[in-house]
């Protein structure tokens, strides 16, 4: 797929959100899973989606994309982008809903528990992945579909997260490996 304007469509970037937040939630369910044996629905949302994955993925498309041939580029800015993510997503959420729903406190070069180094390490390998490689790749799929079938899959899909988002404001997804309140030490960078 060559740089065009249509690539960063609000389909496209809509489409690349939804597959971002879900594909984050299959990761982070199956890294709980193996870590702990148990089934953890993640996040703050009650449905199969992690919207942090998926904004920060749709930022770093955005951002990226025309220079995605500058892997190391792409490499550094995906972690700044990534932890910025992180970052204010965690403290938002802390701020909002007085719950952690991750808590790097304890590990190697933290921000107030809300990122750390690994994290961040994270965010530019996946991040440079999918710029690169993936969003080309599930873009030039999603291409072939009919028009009509994309936007009736994504209005479907656009519905069930509001509705999601409405509930989940209401009554936020809680619960032992789900969500912390536990109060940020005092002495948190922000």
């Known amino acids: ?13 809509l489409f690349l959100f ?5 594909a984050g939630y299959l990761w982070e369910v199956l890294l709980f899973f193996l870590i702990e044996g148990r089934f953890y629905n993640r996040g703050f949302f009650h449905g199969p989606w992690l919207p ?4 920060g993925a749709v930022l770093i498309f955005l951002a990226l994309y025309p220079q ?14 990534g932890a910025a993510v992180e970052l204010f997503t965690g403290k ?15 590990e190697f ?20 992945f999918f710029v690169c490689a993936a969003a080309p790749f599930l873009l030039s799929r999603w291409g072939r579909l009919p028009q009509k079938l994309r ?7 656009l519905l069930l997260f509001l509705a999601d988002a409405a509930f989940s404001v209401i009554s936020p997804n809680t619960g032992r490996g789900i969500a912390d309140q536990t109060a940020v030490s005092s002495n948190r960078l922000f």
């Open 52 to 55: 942090v994955y998926g904004t």
């Open 18 to 22: 939804f597959a971002a937040s879900i």
């Open 68 to 81: 995605r041939r500058n892997l190391l580029r792409c490499f550094f800015l995906s972690a700044v982008i």
């Open 109 to 128: 070069m933290h921000i107030g528990g809300y990122v750390c180094l690994y994290s961040v390490l994270g965010f530019a390998l996946a991040g440079s």
């Open 1 to 13: 797929m060559r740089h065009h304007p249509s690539a960063f469509s609000p389909e496209n970037c």
């Open 151 to 157: 936007r009736t899959a994504l209005t479907l899909l």
């Open 92 to 106: 938002l959420l802390h701020e909002l809903f007085c719950r952690r729903y991750w808590n790097y406190t304890g």
